[in-house]
């Protein structure tokens, strides 16, 4: 099957400080993709939909000034907290869809970052 | 919006079998899916199964949805340690291909 790779995996910043988390499609071009939020013992958000070449799309309640995303080319997303506060503490997780009409979206194996 | 739900804790002995079950809204489903996500892991797709469809079985593992009641459930069969992990059921909409909407998930905990 297609292969999503995160990068990275764990990842521990300092408070007023931003990360970047990448997401990228390996073996298929990627021409929309999803980021997700997990908050321990909770299910997975969507927060929001990432598409190439364009402005993502942010679902209700989530700042878009906060989490940047770019999606710069077919095979790349990237998601930027900025001036991460420990509330960002979570595991954030992306998936990819290749546009082709398959019955399943490739998900990649997350990041868990720790605010400190 | 829609709306996905599950039982959170499951708990069931090595060899038995494992029922999880799954209610959703969303009448415009197209696909539902069964997630697995061990410890600080990421999801593992298990199976799903389409709309039209009412049973659907692949190994150890059978899926019924009841259309009508918007009822999906997963049947382990011979449930291992290594089953050990929460599942989420999740389900896409017409309107937003390839977007998920998940449960909460459900634990599920084999004990010897």
């Known amino acids: 099957g297609a292969v999503v790779s995160q990068h990275p995996s764990r990842v521990i910043c300092k408070s007023g400080t931003s990360v970047k988390i990448e997401c990228r499609s390996l073996?298929?071009?990627?021409?929309?993709m999803f980021w997700y939020r997990q908050f321990p013992k909770q299910s997975l958000m969507l927060m929001a939909t990432?598409?190439?070449?364009?402005?993502?799309?942010?679902e209700q309640g989530v700042e878009k000034d906060k989490f940047l995303i770019n999606h710069a080319s077919l095979t790349l997303s990237t998601l930027t907290v900025t001036s991460a506060h420990p509330e960002d503490s979570s595991f954030y997780i992306c998936?990819?869809?290749?546009?082709?009409?398959?019955?399943?979206?490739?998900f990649g194996q997350g990041t868990r970052l720790t605010v400190v | 919006g829609e709306d996905v739900e599950q039982s959170l804790f499951l708990s069931v002995r090595e060899g038995d079998s494992s029922v999880i079950n799954c209610t959703y809204t969303?009448?415009?489903?197209?696909?539902l899916y069964w997630y697995k996500q061990e410890p600080g892991a990421g999801l593992q797709l298990l199976t799903y199964?389409?709309?039209?469809?009412d049973m659907k079985q692949d190994q150890r593992l059978t899926v019924l949805l009841n259309k009508k009641d918007k009822h999906l459930s997963l049947r382990i069969a011979d449930t291992q340690t290594g089953d050990s992990a929460i599942y989420f059921c999740?389900?896409?909409?017409?309107?937003?291909?390839?977007?998920?909407?998940f449960g909460a998930g459900t634990q599920v905990v084999v004990t010897p």
């Open positions: 969303d009448s415009s489903s197209t696909y």
């Open positions: 990432s598409n190439e070449g364009s402005k993502a799309t942010y």
């Open positions: 998936s990819a869809d290749p546009g082709t009409g398959d019955t399943e979206a490739f």
């Open positions: 199964i389409f709309s039209n469809m």
């Open positions: 073996d298929f071009q990627a021409t929309t």
């Open positions: 999740a389900e896409r909409g017409t309107d937003s291909w390839g977007k998920l909407q």
